[in-house]
């Protein structure tokens, strides 16, 4: 019987023999992962490069919900992208807001061809806020019909003036921040209301507010019982004052809590119903007699802003760092008199339901 033995390997063969073992071994788990990575945004529900989530709060009525989440692209003064949403009918899509990015502006088409190849037809602005408006871009590339109010378009012009002075003042991160960034001006205004259709859907759009040199304009669909308020609702957030006249803002809160809607559609945060939206105004009604109060009786703004940021720790919201900020719009707005009507008795705490304040 022949016996054939194996000739002993060579340490150098041996060692090439365990090294491609390693190396193929590293490639295998390498390629499991990549491919968990790709499968993961699928599963979560998200695009790739950004947290969000889709509601269909009505029948081929959408709304593009962002985590709250710092945008490291873009203009740091707007680095949390808005809300925004779309509606789908069979002549076309119109869109609502389109978020502060170019890139969330595609991730929203995205999910627009995810459920329709006809064209979008509109995009309306509900106000200047570059959180609102800086994904115009995508879809001005489609053709379609950006619309907003005079006063917004304005509003729009002067923000890409000032964005324009910023990148030059700001030795050049600005500009690395918002490279291939594009301010798309809309194209048609109206005054104060207009009416459209699109697919048989009943789309008005009306001006509720007047901040500055531009306004707050809501997106009303009457069948569908939704409205999309833009900055106006803040779901969970703490909200941007800047020029908005408080009072007057409480009193456009108040009249459209009285409109046959369902659904209300924030500038920030998750899809509410009139619930989340009187909570909002109660809010505000808050901050307004505690700041009116306190500059009545001649506390300085540090002094304010100190005491009601002690207040507002029970409200676990989003965009904190805010506070200081909407405080001192506030007071800026008691420097004379306060407004017409308003009736000024400070509280001790913040008007929401505990269970509802103290929510992460």
Not at 109 to 119: A, D, G, N, W
Not at 126 to 153: H, K, P, W
Not at 163 to 180: A, P
Request: charge should be negative; include cysteine.
């Amino acid at each position: 019987m022949w016996i054939f033995r194996k000739s002993p390997e060579s340490k150098v063969e041996g060692l090439r023999r365990r090294i491609f073992s390693v190396e193929v071994s590293k490639l295998f788990g390498f390629s499991l992962l990549l491919s968990a990575f790709c499968f993961l945004p699928s599963v979560l529900g998200f695009a790739t490069g950004w947290l969000y989530k889709m509601q269909e709060v009505k029948p081929s009525v959408f709304v593009w919900v962002s985590d709250d989440v710092l945008d490291l692209e873009g203009d740091p003064q707007f680095d949390r992208a808005g809300t925004a949403g779309f509606i789908i009918t069979n002549e076309g899509v119109g869109v609502v807001d389109t978020t502060n990015t170019p890139f969330h502006g595609r991730e929203l088409l995205y999910e627009i061809r995810h459920r329709s190849e006809l064209p979008v037809r509109y995009v309306i602005d509900t106000n200047s806020d570059g959180e609102q408006i800086l994904g115009n871009e995508v879809f001005t590339e489609l053709q379609a019909t950006v619309i907003c109010s005079a006063r917004t378009q304005e509003g729009i012009r002067q923000y890409r003036q000032m964005l324009i002075r910023r990148m030059d003042d700001e030795d050049g991160k600005l500009r690395s921040r918002m490279r291939g960034f594009h301010v798309a001006i809309p194209t048609q205004t109206f005054s104060n209301e207009m009416t459209m259709r699109l697919g048989g859907q009943e789309i008005k759009v009306l001006t509720l507010l007047k901040n500055g040199a531009s306004d707050d304009s809501a997106v009303y669909l009457p069948a569908a019982k939704v409205l999309f308020l833009g900055e106006l609702f803040q779901n969970s957030y703490f909200p941007r004052i800047e020029s908005r006249n408080l009072h007057d803002w409480i009193a456009a809160l108040k009249q459209v809590e009285a409109w046959d809607v369902d659904v209300y559609v924030p500038g920030h945060g998750e899809p509410g119903g009139k619930k989340e939206l009187i909570e909002f105004r109660q809010f505000l009604e808050w901050l307004e007699k505690e700041i009116g109060t306190r500059s009545k009786e001649g506390e300085s703004l540090g002094q304010v802003k100190r005491e009601v940021d002690s207040l507002v720790e029970n409200y676990k919201w989003h965009a904190p760092e805010l506070i200081p900020e909407e405080v001192e719009a506030v007071y800026k707005q008691f420097g004379k008199t306060p407004p017409k009507g308003a009736t000024l008795q400070p509280t001790t705490q913040a008007p929401l339901p505990v269970e509802r304040a103290m929510r992460p």
